[in-house]
């Protein structure tokens, strides 16, 4: 289902891509000898052939002659551990130890990088990496693998039936061997098979073994390059004032004061706003100080959170139902039911919040741009800023650093676009840095939504009817530009639960409450499974009914959902009490082709819930690095637990009112509870596991207080006053 | 004003306003950047450092504070990652996007320097002014047991 939707938002999406003339450039500017791979699926031989590459360098592996291999990750690295997952792939099939390879991030290059299971962007998101890869990188190593031999063949004068490819080196009868690095110069002349072998699973040596992560070694000792650490020569810093309303604009400024202040070699005005530039990025900041800004604050200037979710509540002329799957007539069969379930779940606002403020390198000379920086849309960052600086696309360099965390912030490129204006306006390389205030008063915000469910329910507790309407705004309609009247997959995500109900009827409604929103981890999955999974645990409460065991009786034929659900249950002794004063939630879902259950462990401590224990067990088909599914399931936990317990952004007059982390709360150490996860060791093809778990923990802590106290939450986040109105 | 205090056994002089933030200097006028820009109000512990041995948020330190005192950033531990933390970090692939890993590990190498043996509420008191956006608090704890424990056979 997943999958299938997400294809299909993406092929629009990709539509409006190039609409937009997000520009696709299709030279590699890398030196040394590289190897030409062709992609299947992604670039047609003809595609290849205009764009040269066939002549160019190999997207995924650079042998030097020294034999130092370099292998590619066309994924942003944030956290996730595609620095060192999409490495692996490559390498299981090139045989070369994942120890000794070094590993770069992809320049901008969608025909060559494109996300295929998100329509073509170069877009890091969507817990797409692995399972986009899985084939793809394979193939590539493979490729290599066999050009290699190849040309070892022809060197030897012997038949490629008796060479090998092993930890770098093809060895060959009566003791011949060479390095790859001996052999790349020959092997880049030679054709690209068309028709590679890849290895039966079961000899993998590298993919599915617990691998230690390749950028440990830099993120522990300082040395690690992220966005905010790059230095070019020559470079000037700059801070940037934007209108206290996101969308407002300069109406005019005196910045006589900030000129004068310590440091400052010039102040520009951008469209976003009004940036100093100083010696110092201190000095840069302390400046706006001095600036004296008169805004138009445009429309956003009256916007508040409550009457944006009022606005989704009651509906607007312009919205849009959608709707997603009807079976049978669940209204009729609701109207005359005698015992019939109602909820309104509802979900604020929320910030991404990465621990690196938003920043971007840019160098705008002589035509040409140098951008470097952490971001999670190359091609975007790339097409965008060649457009707005009125460049070509090709003289547009982009280089990613590590990223301090996406969570889909960095899908957005305001803050490179920016950096670029302010470059060519002081002609001279510019460091952007935002402030935390910048940062959390000028997100792109996780949309609020409403959700209205009603079920009846038969004699024997089970629901026979059930009905889902979801009102939201699309965030793809701001990213991608899909129209309005045009399903949002990442709205309907996990829209549809496992249980087997006779009539259903799913529907979207698109609702625009005027704020610019964002993808915010696990995107609508954490808004959809919020309502679904409180709302079976109210219908089994409703039926007299113990939740697990409810859920169970609804799952039918689905292996999949009713293993992790019963695994979950198991391992959190869900059959025995749970210690005094202790209380225990369940959860279920499929997001990313992952099937998840969740049992969440509380007690109550001054009206609000403490997480002691989270089990998880995830089924997510074939894995790449398991070390690293678990560390991305114990984030996203954490994660999820921060929006559960503090999460929520307020609007005063149009204005963000958290600016720091003491109004913006994040899960800290002494807070975090114990996780305990099972992997389901599975043939399946890969699931996603970067956000799934995200989204199973509020309902499971929501389901635990109700257990707890009786009470049902049905708005997020759990603060002590909407627990208290509840 | 120049100030002139000592960084990782060097000493140095520095040119800046009295005000202006510890971590300003350290990043960008001596150029160590391991140490990491947060929130600025001594919420996130990004900018640990260590004054006189002591962890201090340095993006709330006054340059004007740390005249003749000695600073300690995440270059000091080892380039080699060879103090035990680093290599506890290591072990348990603590990091994830990494951003506020040089502030745990400054608050961590901090907290063992006076805790040879720190219990699971020792961590949580020293280490819970550190945020994680990525929720590495797990590996975190057991890392630090782990140097620890390594610690005493040393």
Not at chain 1, 446 to 465: E, I, M, N, Y
Not at chain 1, 492 to 505: D, L, M, Q, S, V
Not at chain 1, 562 to 577: C, E, F, R, S, Y
Request: proline share 5%; hydrophobic share 40%.
């Amino acid at each position: 289902m997943t999958t299938t939707t997400l294809k299909a938002a993406a092929a629009t999406a990709a539509k409006t891509v190039s609409r937009r003339a997000f520009l696709q450039t299709s030279t590699i500017t890398t030196g040394g000898l590289m190897l030409g791979v062709a992609l299947p699926g992604l670039v047609s031989p003809g595609d290849a052939q205009a764009a040269g590459l066939l002549h160019t360098p190999n997207a995924w592996v650079h042998i030097a002659d020294d034999n130092t291999i370099t292998l590619l990750s066309a994924r942003s690295e944030m956290g996730q551990g595609v620095y060192t997952s999409m490495p692996m792939l490559i390498a299981e099939e090139l045989n070369v130890d994942i120890r000794k390879v070094k590993v770069a991030i992809a320049p901008p290059n969608a025909k060559l990088y494109g996300n295929a299971l998100l329509g073509g962007p170069q877009l890091t998101g969507g817990s797409t990496s692995v399972r986009d890869g899985w084939e793809k990188l394979r193939i590539a190593g493979a490729q290599v693998r066999e050009m290699l031999i190849s040309a070892a063949a022809t060197k030897w004068n012997v038949d490629r039936s008796q060479l090998t490819a092993a930890n770098g080196v093809v060895s060959g009868p009566g003791g011949k061997k060479a390095t790859y690095g001996q052999l790349a110069a020959a092997a880049s002349k030679l054709p690209v098979p068309e028709k590679v072998a890849l290895k039966d699973p079961k000899d993998f040596t590298i993919v599915g073994k617990r691998t230690k992560r390749l950028d440990t070694p830099a993120k522990t000792n300082g040395t690690a390059e992220f966005g905010i650490d790059v230095k070019l020569p020559g470079m000037v810093y700059a801070s940037l004032e934007q209108c206290p309303v996101i969308g407002g604009t300069v109406k005019s400024v005196d910045s006589t004061k900030a000129k004068a202040m310590p440091g400052v070699i010039d102040v520009v005005q951008i469209p976003d706003g009004v940036a100093i530039v100083a010696d110092t990025w201190w000095h840069a900041k302390k400046a706006r100080e001095g600036l004296t800004i008169v805004w138009d604050e445009g429309a956003g200037a009256t916007l508040n959170e409550k009457t944006m979710l009022e606005g989704i509540r009651a509906g607007a002329p312009a919205d849009k139902l959608i709707p997603l799957k009807t079976v049978g007539d669940p209204d009729a069969v609701i109207k005359a039911s005698a015992k019939v379930v109602r909820a309104e779940y509802t979900m604020p606002l929320l910030s991404h919040s990465p621990l690196e403020p938003m920043n971007f390198t840019a160098h705008y000379h002589d035509g040409k741009v140098d951008l470097v920086g952490p971001t999670q849309w190359q091609d975007a960052g790339q097409g965008t800023v060649a457009k707005v600086l009125g460049v070509k696309p090709e003289d547009v360099t982009l280089r990613t650093t590590f990223l301090g965390g996406g969570f889909g912030r960095r899908i957005d490129i305001d803050y490179i676009i920016q950096a670029a204006q302010i470059s060519k306006a002081v002609n001279k390389p510019v460091k952007l840095l935002w402030t935390r205030e910048d940062d959390m008063t000028h997100d792109f915000y996780r949309p609020q939504s409403v959700h209205q469910l009603a079920a009846a329910l038969g004699d024997d507790g089970k629901p026979t009817a059930m009905t889902f309407k979801m009102t939201s705004q699309s965030v793809t309609g701001r990213v991608f530009g899909l129209p309005m009247e045009v399903q949002d997959p990442l709205m309907t995500e996990a829209a549809i639960a496992a249980y087997e109900i006779p009539a259903t009827r799913h529907d979207m409604v698109k609702h625009d409450a005027g704020l610019r929103v964002g993808y915010w981890r696990s995107v609508s999955h954490a808004l959809n499974a919020f309502a679904n999974e409180s709302f079976i645990d109210e219908c089994a409460a409703a039926a007299g009914k113990e939740p697990y065991a409810y859920r169970m009786s609804l799952l039918g034929n689905q292996p999949r959902f009713a293993n992790v659900l019963k695994m979950a249950a198991d391992k959190a002794d869900w059959g025995t009490p749970a210690p005094a004063g202790r209380f225990r939630g369940i959860a279920l879902m499929e997001g990313y082709d992952t099937y998840m259950a969740q049992v969440a462990e509380i007690s109550m401590k001054d009206g609000v819930p403490v997480v002691h224990k989270v089990t998880v067990v995830a089924d997510l088909g074939r894995m790449v690095n398991p070390d690293t599914v678990e560390a991305q399931i114990q984030s996203s936990i954490i994660f999820g637990l921060s929006a559960v317990l503090y999460g929520e952004i307020n609007l005063l007059n149009g204005r963000v009112q958290q600016t720091n982390y003491h109004q913006y709360q994040i899960v800290r150490m002494n807070e975090a509870p114990a996780i305990d996860i099972t992997l389901v060791p599975s043939t399946e093809k890969p699931g996603g596991i970067g956000e799934p778990a995200t989204a199973l923990i509020g309902p499971a802590v929501a389901n635990a207080m109700f257990a707890a106290t009786g009470k049902r939450l049905r708005k997020m986040p759990f603060t002590a006053d909407n627990i208290k109105a509840a | 004003m120049t100030i002139r205090f000592n960084v990782n056994g060097k000493t140095v002089d520095v040119k800046a306003e009295a005000d202006t933030p510890l971590l300003w200097v350290i990043r960008d006028e001596i150029g160590l950047t391991g140490t990491k820009f947060g929130c600025g109000m001594a919420l996130c512990g990004a900018c640990t450092v260590h004054l006189d041995g002591v962890p201090v948020r340095s993006c709330q330190t006054p340059v004007s504070a740390v005249a003749g005192k000695k600073v300690a950033t995440i270059e000091s531990l080892s380039a080699n990652n060879t103090h035990p933390l680093q290599k506890a970090w290591i072990a348990h692939d603590v990091p994830q996007c990494g951003y506020c890993q040089s502030g745990q590990l400054m608050s961590a190498a901090a907290l063992l320097k006076s805790n040879k043996n720190p219990s699971d509420a020792d961590i949580d008191a020293a280490m819970s002014g550190n945020l994680c956006r990525c929720g590495t608090y797990g590996r975190i704890k057991a890392a630090i047991k782990t140097a620890a424990s390594e610690m005493h056979k040393a």
